[in-house]
């Protein structure tokens, strides 16, 4: 009869594990699932350049097998980190592309990816893309004809192309 009592009540503790695990993948899936929507409708940044960038979706497999108890740790913090906009929705963040075309603009002759990363961290220090990112998305920017890529020697530099067709700094 004891044999029987200890055996339900491991029975029982074994259940409550399991509940606890069934709930953290039910937090894990939802997660997922929100990750996995902004990354679909997220269609304006190549896809090469998307999800490379901390904090976005689009890792490889092994990564996302590593990311796993990450994100169910995560789930259970409460509240999500995103900034609030007016009337409880989650501000969406300015896209990295729009980001370094806007400092393109901002400069009359063509800027290597170095120096366009170092101005993004500066004037934006909650964005800390790798040198990849920046180059991935700069490329991006140049295959939808919205920059020029110029190479000086060893160098590649860019340029925002004007509306006009007319490239600033020269050709």
């Given at each position: 009869?004891?044999?029987?009592?200890?055996?339900?009540?491991?029975?029982r503790?074994?259940?409550?594990?399991?509940?606890?695990?069934?709930d953290?993948?039910?937090?894990?899936?939802?997660?997922?699932?929100d990750?996995?929507?902004?990354?679909?409708?997220?269609t304006?940044?190549?896809?090469?350049?998307?999800?490379?960038?901390?904090?976005?979706a689009?890792?490889?497999?092994?990564?996302?097998?590593?990311?796993?108890?990450?994100?169910v740790?995560?789930?259970?913090?409460?509240?999500?980190?995103?900034?609030?906009?007016?009337?409880?929705?989650?501000?969406?963040?300015?896209?990295?592309?729009d980001?370094?075309?806007?400092?393109?603009?901002?400069h009359?002759?063509?800027?290597?990816a170095?120096?366009?990363r170092?101005?993004?961290?500066e004037?934006?220090?909650?964005?800390?893309?790798?040198?990849?990112?920046?180059?991935?998305?700069?490329?991006?920017?140049?295959?939808?004809?919205?920059i020029?890529?110029?190479?000086?020697?060893?160098?590649?530099?860019?340029?925002?192309?004007?509306?006009?067709?007319?490239?600033?700094?020269?050709?």
């Amino acid at each position: 009869m004891e044999q029987a009592a200890s055996d339900l009540e491991d029975n029982r503790r074994q259940q409550k594990e399991l509940q606890r695990q069934l709930d953290a993948l039910r937090q894990e899936e939802k997660l997922l699932l929100d990750i996995l929507n902004l990354a679909e409708h997220s269609t304006t940044v190549p896809e090469q350049a998307r999800g490379t960038e901390p904090g976005t979706a689009g890792t490889d497999a092994k990564e996302k097998s590593t990311s796993r108890p990450r994100a169910v740790r995560a789930a259970g913090r409460g509240p999500s980190r995103k900034a609030k906009a007016p009337g409880g929705r989650a501000a969406r963040r300015p896209l990295l592309g729009d980001l370094l075309l806007d400092l393109l603009k901002n400069h009359d002759e063509p800027r290597p990816a170095k120096e366009l990363r170092e101005e993004l961290i500066e004037t934006h220090p909650d964005r800390v893309p790798t040198p990849q990112v920046v180059r991935n998305t700069l490329e991006g920017l140049v295959a939808k004809g919205l920059i020029q890529r110029h190479k000086q020697d060893r160098s590649v530099m860019y340029t925002p192309i004007a509306s006009g067709g007319v490239v600033p700094g020269g050709h």
